[in-house]
């Protein structure tokens, strides 16, 4: 057993790069969104990029609930997936997901400040996403470390964040992209479109989208592989 979740992290980040090799995981990001084309409709393409990116964040939550059903049952989770799902959630968000939402919630608050304003604090939000992480993190790493820890607060920790991703992204579905749809006008979204493309602004990194798209790939590789272990 691991004496901490920072060296586990460090082990998986080693492993992940390999099977990345093996597997020629990138072909392609998120930015390839499904049904639109980018230069067809700015504004449609925005929010569909988005809603992908929502669907591969729940796509790696069901993995870390799956493994959380493991240690309900008292048996023991594949803890290299549970520490790369961490990883992701801590990287991913913030470096990718995050700043495009931003974007389209400033452009939103200088063409209706009243709709954006029933959004509320979107920064807050995103920031109770990472406090509750960090929370999850530090019970793995206690459990790693066969520190005492009642298995119900373990399980209750990684749903709450489980649960807080889930609400906050049905929240944006439901009120943030319609009211940016309604609200921001083409020129908004060429705006948005033109600094995402911008190869000088601070926000853009050169792979980036590939590169977690490709971590989020081998999640799900890794978990596939778990599942049929157990199976056995």
Known sequence: MA???ISHAGELRRACRGRQTQ??????????????????D????????????????????????RELSV???GDRPDYEVVLAVIDYFKD????????????????????????????GD??????????????????????????????????NIIRDFINHQRRHMAMEERVVFPATLSA???????DIALKLADLSDPFYQPGFEQKFNGIRRNILKMEE????????
């Not at 400033?106 to 209706?112: G, M, T």
């Not at 592989?225 to 056995?232: H, L, T």
């Open 71 to 73: 240690f309900d049952r």
């Open 3 to 5: 004496a901490s979740v």
């Open 92 to 119: 991913y968000p913030d470096s990718c997901h995050h700043p495009k939402e931003d974007m389209i919630l400033e452009k939103l608050k200088a063409r209706d400040p009243v709709a954006a304003a029933t959004i």
């Open 184 to 190: 921001l006008r083409p020129e908004d979204w060429a």
């Open 42 to 65: 700015k504004m449609a393409y925005m929010i569909e990029v988005l809603r992908q990116e929502h669907r591969n964040i729940e796509s790696l939550l069901g993995v870390l609930e």
């Open 122 to 155: 979107l920064e807050a939000e995103h920031w109770e996403g990472t406090k509750r992480l960090r929370r999850v993190a530090q019970a793995v790493e206690r459990v790693l470390s066969d520190q005492d820890l009642v298995r119900e607060s373990v399980t």
């Open 23 to 40: 597997r020629q995981l990138i072909r392609g990001g998120v930015l390839a969104a499904p049904g639109v084309a980018p230069g067809e």
């Open 225 to 232: 592989e778990s599942e049929a272990e157990r199976a056995d």
